[in-house]
């Protein structure tokens, strides 16, 4: 996922500071002190500071159980953390608030905005807390920075998020953890004793993770699914639209447009992991012979026109103009 830094401060300080703001989309440079065309010279409003987006970085986008199998999100994110303030080429001590988005939480990182920071050297001093809202998690910490921002509650803030697919929490089936915590508290052996004859092989089962809601058992996959019928788009059109991103996304990789990409060495390995590694270019005739991944037989979501499960990070790095 992706860091983000913002900064309230006068314009001319920002002009000193940071020569251009990046469009992270398009990685093209817009000069500071021109507006873009058809553009507006502010987006400040009477009462709301106008903030500004000044650098973005990340890591590769890797399918999972590849290239960072070895690694945690936390390593990850640690790594996007330096690069978003080396590119923006400003202090740590600067960053006045440090949010990350996340699904699946690793349990010994739980607030893995926090774990990160310090990991990157930030100060502890520093505030950071860590968002979850599905796959729109990323998306709630830029919000969540921008409105600390433009409220005047910090002047610098780095925002983003960060998945790991490669090593998800498994966790003991429920009977069992309940055995083992009432065998915590056992205190003769009889008790002990007692407790171990309870057990049952249905207990080994473990509980692997599901991306699915609690309330409705539904992924997101499903959901998808149930958004293009509602709305009427074809599983055509879906394949259509996967290609023209895989395409695109390989075109930017080898014009070298990436710019937002900042190349990671994983310990142990010589070269560093590059480039992404989940982009394919295929053929309308071949996405159509793949079957529906989540409603069968009639669903029009595929192995080929949706995301794969990735491990990566984004931050980006934000500027307030007071």
């Known amino acids: 996922m992706a860091?983000?830094?913002?900064?309230?401060?006068?314009?001319?300080?920002?002009?000193?500071?940071?020569?251009?703001?990046?469009?992270?989309?398009?990685?093209?440079?817009?000069?500071?002190?021109?507006?873009?065309?058809?553009g507006k010279k502010s987006l400040e409003k009477p009462g709301i500071k106008n903030v500004v987006l000044v650098e973005g970085a990340r890591t590769p986008f890797l399918m999972s159980q590849t290239n960072y199998k070895d690694l945690m999100a936390n390593d990850l994110m640690r790594h996007a953390l330096l690069s978003v303030v080396r590119k923006a080429g400003i202090k740590k001590e600067l960053v006045d608030y440090i949010i990350v988005g996340t699904v699946i939480q690793e349990v010994r990182t739980s607030n893995i905005a926090r774990e990160a920071a310090l990991a990157a050297g930030f100060s502890d001093k520093t505030p950071a807390h860590t968002v979850t809202q599905a796959c729109i998690s990323s998306n709630q910490s830029v919000n969540t920075a921008m409105n600390l921002l433009a409220?005047?509650?910090?002047?610098?803030?780095?925002?983003?998020?960060?998945?790991?697919?490669?090593?998800?929490?498994?966790?003991?089936?429920?009977?069992?953890?309940?055995?083992?915590?009432?065998?915590?508290?056992?205190?003769?052996?009889?008790?002990?004793?007692?407790?171990?004859?309870?057990?049952?092989?249905?207990?080994?089962?473990?509980?692997?993770?599901?991306?699915?809601?609690?309330?409705?058992?539904?992924?997101?996959?499903?959901?998808?699914?149930?958004?293009?019928?509602?709305?009427?788009?074809?599983?055509?059109?879906?394949?259509?639209?996967?290609?023209?991103?895989?395409?695109?996304?390989?075109?930017?990789?080898?014009?070298?447009?990436?710019?937002?990409?900042?190349?990671?060495?994983?310990?142990?390995?010589?070269?560093?992991v590059a480039r992404d590694n989940g982009i394919r270019v295929s053929t309308l005739e071949q996405m159509a012979k793949l079957k529906p991944a989540f409603i069968r037989p009639n669903g029009t979501v595929t192995a080929a026109n949706a995301s794969f499960l990735v491990c990566g990070n984004i931050l980006y790095s934000k500027l307030l103009y007071k």
């Open 151 to 272: 409220t005047g509650h910090c002047e610098v803030a780095i925002a983003g998020g960060v998945d790991y697919m490669s090593d998800v929490p498994i966790r003991l089936s429920r009977p069992m953890r309940k055995l083992m915590l009432s065998a915590n508290k056992a205190k003769s052996l009889g008790k002990k004793v007692g407790l171990l004859m309870k057990l049952r092989p249905k207990y080994f089962v473990p509980e692997l993770p599901a991306v699915a809601e609690f309330s409705t058992n539904e992924t997101m996959g499903e959901s998808g699914d149930r958004l293009a019928a509602s709305f009427g788009i074809s599983r055509r059109e879906q394949d259509e639209f996967a290609l023209r991103s895989h395409t695109l996304a390989d075109k930017a990789t080898k014009g070298g447009s990436l710019e937002d990409l900042t190349p990671l060495t994983v310990p142990g390995t010589e070269l560093p």
């Open 3 to 38: 860091s983000l830094l913002w900064r309230a401060v006068p314009l001319v300080c920002h002009q000193t500071r940071f020569n251009v703001v990046r469009c992270i989309s398009t990685s093209q440079q817009l000069p500071t002190n021109k507006t873009p065309p058809g």
